[in-house]
């Protein structure tokens, strides 16, 4: 075990004791072209206390942080936030390591680590189950649970330090990053980062953001730092993270067209690129994504702000390209809200990728805002023309 860990006190008697992934590049189906990080944080006090674990295969090195502050068996309590594996699938280790430490979850947590770790030790851990308001004396400091149901699991849990005002926020205010520092204000460009994690895994969950910002004040609860489990903390007015969180839950967006599309010819491509111009002409600021170049983290992050999308597919086997297919597909999941969008598309002998990408946005709930356009083979100056007046037609769109 490396006795050389570093370790980082966030406040006094709290110590960042996680793991970085510096060679992470993909979660849950997203691009992390900037690594990751699992969080774990220790608490000295009258009894020591544990909040979360990091992902099986850096045990050890979780493990040696707390071992350079304190033996892990004197470990009291540990505090299992949320059960998905990269912050659980160390826990049987961990509570080996800590013989007499209670394990605290909430009653969906409590359910998850039995259908994760039957085989695996659970059923001699000490278990105290939590709920919204319930509080746990460690000594001079008090730990406040809030269950946050699907922020993002059933199981998901906030744990609140009173007095030093520190919110364990587990996957919620994260970020997909790899870094020495260990604050937000030390690094550049976190909210972006943040932004793009919110868009791939929180998006679908707006209203239970916004049930969680009003439990929040109606608690009272005030904060000198949130503290997730992926990324960096934020200790530089904190609250800013929850008010984005806001917002983004709000779905609200700006007066911006999104074109994503792919190309087999460049058929479909210079159709994209008429749109484009034809937008730009509006004066309406407009991005233009092909699925094959571009991240969909990025494309789906620019797909909250924008108010107007267009998607283009070229026909294979007389449907939409694949990349569109599953692109609709990962967009699907996410719930985008508050858009309006637009089809366009070329074929060779048969049609079917307009009216499949159509159908497939409609059976999701999504608005079209008018039928789309197909072109037989190549654009001609016709089609192009008909491309660019559809961009203005967008842009008033976006303007509304």
């Not at 060679?23 to 909040?51: C, M, Q």
């Not at 936030?81 to 979850?105: I, R, W």
């Not at 609860?221 to 997730?228: E, G, N, R, T």
């Not at 911006?256 to 010819?265: G, P, R």
Request: aromatic share 10%.
């Amino acid at each position: 075990m490396d006795n050389d860990l570093q370790t980082v006190q966030i406040s006094e008697g709290i110590y960042w004791v996680g793991a970085i992934d510096w060679n992470l590049r993909d979660f849950h189906g997203y691009e992390t072209p900037k690594g990751g990080s699992y969080n774990t944080y220790l608490i000295i006090d009258e009894k020591i206390t544990l909040i979360d674990t990091v992902k099986a295969p850096f045990f050890e090195e979780m493990l040696g942080r707390i071992s350079q502050i304190v033996d892990p068996s004197k470990i009291d309590y540990i505090v299992s936030n949320h059960v998905e594996m990269d912050h659980s699938s160390s826990l049987p280790a961990m509570m080996e390591a800590s013989p007499k430490a209670k394990l605290v979850c909430s009653a969906k947590g409590k359910k998850g680590l039995y259908e994760h770790y039957r085989e695996m030790g659970f059923e001699k851990w000490d278990i105290q189950v939590v709920k919204t308001g319930d509080e746990i004396s460690i000594g001079k400091k008090t730990m406040q649970f809030i269950e946050v149901v699907m922020l993002h699991w059933p199981d998901s849990m906030h744990t609140y330090l009173k007095e030093d005002r520190i919110l364990f926020s587990n996957d919620a205010f994260g970020q997909h990053i790899a870094t020495s520092e260990r604050f937000e204000d030390q690094v550049e460009g976190v909210m972006e980062d943040a932004q793009i994690y919110y868009a791939n895994i929180l998006m679908p969950f707006g209203k239970q953001v916004l049930g969680y910002a009003e439990k929040v004040k109606q608690m009272g609860l005030k904060f000198d730092m949130i503290v997730p489990a992926h990324g960096v903390i934020w200790r530089k007015e904190p609250e800013r993270i929850i008010e984005s969180y806001v917002k983004w839950a709000n779905a609200e967006t700006k007066p911006q067209v999104l074109i994503v599309y792919d190309t087999m010819w460049n058929s479909t491509e210079i159709m994209a690129k008429e749109i484009l111009e034809g937008v730009q002409s509006a004066g309406v600021d407009v991005k233009l994504r092909n699925l094959r170049n571009n991240d969909w983290s990025k494309i789906t992050t620019e797909l909250m702000d924008a108010s107007v999308v267009a998607i283009g597919s070229p026909t294979l086997n007389n449907g939409m390209f694949f990349t569109v297919a599953g692109f609709l597909s990962y967009i699907k999941g996410l719930r985008p809200k508050n858009k309006k969008f637009f089809v366009f598309g070329s074929y060779g002998w048969g049609g079917g990728a307009v009216k499949g990408v159509e159908k497939e946005l409609i059976e999701s709930g999504f608005e079209i805002s008018e039928p789309g356009l197909q072109v037989n083979f190549r654009p001609f100056e016709e089609d192009r023309a008909k491309c660019r007046e559809i961009g203005k037609r967008l842009a008033s769109l976006a303007k509304e």
